[in-house]
């Protein structure tokens, strides 16, 4: 579940970019998604 959320905050990080849509909140959403991420991988 929490890979499937992650797979897709960076797929919105990543059309973010590319349309210059999404602000500051998927950014933070993003770093938080990697932080639990790594936490669980540890």
């Known amino acids: 579940?929490?890979?499937t959320i992650i797979?897709?905050?960076i797929i919105l990080w990543?059309?973010?970019?590319s349309f210059k849509v999404g602000?500051?909140?998927i950014?933070?959403?993003l770093v938080i998604a990697?932080?639990?991420f790594i936490v669980r991988l540890l």
């Open 14 to 17: 990543l059309l973010g970019f």
């Open 27 to 29: 950014h933070a959403l």
């Open 34 to 36: 990697l932080v639990v």
């Open 7 to 9: 797979a897709v905050l």
């Open 23 to 25: 602000g500051n909140l």
């Open 1 to 3: 579940m929490l890979e």
